[in-house]
């Protein structure tokens, strides 16, 4: 059994997390999975459900882009297998990548403010 498997249903319940890192996780799995299942596959979003969690929770991120195909962009470029769909671990690194440019934003910000 993979260490991930051993660790959930231990360390890592879905119902009641305890840290902030863990909450945030939980945050992500219940965020995904609201979305995925209403079209097709329930453990997948389609390029609709990826649209609306887009817009829904990510509003900043969205709110100054300007390209019409932004989201068929998006969905491209997460959907590594080709299927026409986001899975959980498509989606995470969505999550992380725009979480790393974040903070690389915020750092490069302190630095010119001295900190």
Not at 28 to 44: A, P, T, V
Request: contains cysteine; aromatic residues 8%.
């Amino acid at each position: 059994m993979s260490l991930t498997l051993d660790l959930c249903p231990t360390v890592l319940p879905l119902t009641a997390m305890s840290t902030p890192l863990e909450d945030a996780m939980d945050t992500l799995i219940r965020i995904f999975h609201h979305y995925s299942g209403k079209e097709g596959d329930r453990y997948k979003l389609s390029k609709g459900e990826l649209k609306e969690l887009l817009t829904s929770e990510l509003t900043d991120f969205l709110s100054g882009q300007k390209d019409p195909l932004l989201i068929d962009k998006i969905m491209k470029d997460l959907d590594s297998n080709k299927d026409n769909e986001v899975d959980f671990h498509e989606f995470v690194i969505l999550v992380a990548t725009l979480t790393v440019a974040c903070n690389d934003f915020f750092e490069e910000q302190l630095k010119r403010e001295g900190f």
